[in-house]
């Protein structure tokens, strides 16, 4: 077993095909494959499942992947450290619903992190994505909402993906709104407030189930409601059309500017925002560093 092996198989997942890696890596597709399969039959494990539509992780390979990871990324500090190499190798992968204290984390432990180079990728995007993303270790973790809606039907999915759930926090739902809204200057609203308001909410894509929607109380109807794909669009619709979106309350003025502003809702539904992992999976250092960010963010812009 080589570091070079190890390097190959981060690289084949973070692509999620052997093709793209091969590409990625300057390596023929044959030679790519030849060395995984060295490797496998080497350390006695099936690594990649290989099917008509592709490779997947096998369950012994999902936790080969987090010990691999965290050999190459030791094996890259000490280089660092007394060679002076770059690092060759994503650091880490993130995949989050639309969270904006989840951005203010990524950006907290990358300054942290200290390096004249580095290669990180957090991606917000949809639930399922978030989901598949994770149980491939495209991701090392996801961040999510369940609530008392759908938290019966994601756990039970979870668990079938080899998934675990860790709660972050639970919050009371609020309203994002533009700092001109009329909404703005109350000390709560109520869901009849909100009926001649458009409602935003992130679409789903194929996966569009009220399960995977992003905004608590989604299976009520609204006579005005727009789908954005993207957290600046929200935003900029929340200022034009005074519109607003269903969240935690979080909000980080330093990062989201101070024309948009969190409202109370007068519902006693809770939010409940956690961090999934691959069950097979062992944090990297940067994943627990960046878990510790999430946490000192979380409690400090806590409404």
């Known amino acids: ?173 609020h309203i994002f709104v533009s700092s001109e809204s009329p909404l703005a200057k109350k000390t709560s609203v109520s869901l009849e407030d909100l009926e001649q308001f458009p409602r935003l909410s992130f679409e789903q894509g194929e996966y569009n189930s009220f399960y995977y929607s992003e905004e608590i109380f989604s299976t009520i109807p609204h006579k005005k409601s727009i789908q954005v794909s993207d957290r600046a669009t929200l935003f900029n619709l929340l200022i034009g059309l005074n519109g607003y979106t269903i969240s935690t309350g979080i909000l980080n003025s330093d990062l989201n500017g101070s024309n948009i502003v969190s409202v109370p809702l007068e519902e006693s539904e809770t939010i409940s925002v956690g961090w999934i992992v691959h069950k097979k999976a062992q944090l990297t250092r940067m994943a627990r560093l960046y878990l510790q960010e999430l946490e000192q963010i979380i409690n400090y812009f806590a409404p």
């Open 1 to 173: 077993m080589t570091i070079q092996q190890l390097k190959y198989v981060i690289e084949i997942v973070l692509c999620g095909s052997i093709n793209e890696a091969a590409r990625r890596l300057y390596l023929s597709q044959p030679s790519l494959s030849k060395a995984v399969k060295e490797l496998e039959k080497e350390i006695g494990i099936t690594i990649f499942t290989r099917t008509t539509r592709g490779i997947t992780l096998s369950p012994d390979g999902a936790e080969f992947l987090g010990y691999a990871r965290q050999i190459v990324e030791q094996t890259e500090l000490l280089e660092r450290r007394y060679f002076n190499t770059t690092p060759s190798q994503q650091l880490l992968s993130v995949s989050t619903q639309h969270y904006a204290f989840a951005v203010n984390a990524y950006v907290e432990m990358i300054k942290k992190y200290g390096a004249d180079e580095y290669q990180f990728t957090l991606r917000e995007t949809r639930t399922y994505e978030i989901i598949e993303d994770v149980k491939n270790l495209r991701s090392e973790i996801g961040i999510l909402y369940m609530s008392s809606f759908n938290e019966k039907i994601m756990k039970q999915m979870l668990k079938e993906e080899g998934l675990e759930f860790h709660l972050l926090f639970e919050a009371n739902p």
